[in-house]
Each structure stands twice: as C-alpha cells, then as structure tokens.
C-alpha cells in the first residue's frame, strides 16, 4: 500500500501514522507539506495526522482546511482514494466539506486524554471489513474539541445512510448519539476522534488499531 501522510503546522501525529502504516500493513509511506499543491502518484491512501494545526486558532482545523495540499486532497477523494482523518485530522474534513457535521468544544469544557472503548457500529467498510467479530475495541483519546454535532437533518441523514463507523460505549466530551467516527456516503472518507495510530500494537496497550488498517489493504485487494 502506498500513502501520503499530511503534515501542517502544529501537526504532532505524523510520524505516529507513518510508523502504524509501516508497521501493520508494511506500506510505503511519504509525508507531504501542506503548502504542497500535489500529491505523490498512484496512491492508495492519505492520511490527515492529529495534533493542533495552526495552534487550533480560530476554529479547530479551519485555517488547515484551506491549505493547498487540501484541493489535491480533494480531488483524489473524489477518484475514490482512501482518506482517513485522525482527531485534529477530522476536524479539517469536516472543515473542508469532506465530511458532515462539525466538532464543537467538548461538553465539560476539559481536555480528554485516555483509552477509549469503541463500538464498531459498521464493519463492512473499506475501514473495518477486519474486525471480525469484534463488538468494541479500545484506542486512545486526546482532545478539547471531539463533541460531534450536526443539525437534526444532517444526523438523520448520517444515520440513514449508515455513515456511523464508531460510537463511545462511555461518551467522553458529548458527541451527539455517542459518534465517535463517520464515514462519507461513497465510503473512501473516514474521520474519527480517537487514534489508531496510537493503538497498533500491545506495547501501546492495544493493538484495535492496527485492523483499520489491515482493513484497507484487504479492500485493496479484492477491488
């Protein structure tokens, strides 16, 4: 698998989903500048790392969203090219357009930072087909602005088009119906809060992250 991992400024989980593609699913990764217009050639995924883009100023990850790698971002989306946005990565799909809804402050106004229990709520994407049987993995958390919230019409959508990936067993900043992750409707767009790159194998004190990825590699091979 070939994948581009974003950085910005104020990234600081680049190198931490350079090495959990590495590592799970041996890919050949390459990390590109958001001030860069293009992206590398026949890639199969890009990753939108977490951290505090632009010191989270103004809105988290609206000032990112605009950055130039973003329209060459888009532009392989719409070819059908996996993205995947972690945490901060999120709020900047969700900023671009790419994703529904918006992440608001979370509800107790405190920073989030531990493991969190997941439940898969849909396995058969390019994200999660590896799951198995598996009802709830455990990843980690780390945010002040991880509360999902999207207008009745855009949620009823979301739940209508079976775009929920994940949901908090134990809601930890308020999320709406406990959404922890979302997919868009042609299914090669997922964003979601907490980090697979920080759970890919047991040293980390999970390794629930690492399917997700095995996940892409074995929709790349049956497509």
Known sequence: ????????PGSNC????KTAVETTVGGKVEMVW???STLPSGLDLIVIPGGF???DYLRCGAMASLSPVMQAVKAEAERGVSVLGICNGFQ???EAGMLP????????????CKPIELKIENRNTRFTNAYGNAQTVWMTQGNGDG???AEPDVLKDIEDNNQVV?????NPNGSVNDIAGIINKAGNVLGMMPHPDRAFEEALGSADGAPLFQSLVNALQTA
Do not use: Q, T
Not at 166 to 170: A, P, Q, S, T
């Open 166 to 170: 994940f949901r908090y067993v134990e």
């Open 92 to 94: 900047i799909l969700c």
């Open 53 to 55: 883009s632009y010191g």
């Open 14 to 17: 680049d190198r931490d989903c």
């Open 1 to 8: 698998m070939k994948a581009a991992v974003l950085v910005f």
């Open 147 to 149: 509360n999902f919230f």
């Open 34 to 36: 958001h001030e860069e």
């Open 101 to 112: 809804g918006a992440l608001l402050r979370n509800a107790n106004l405190k920073y989030v």
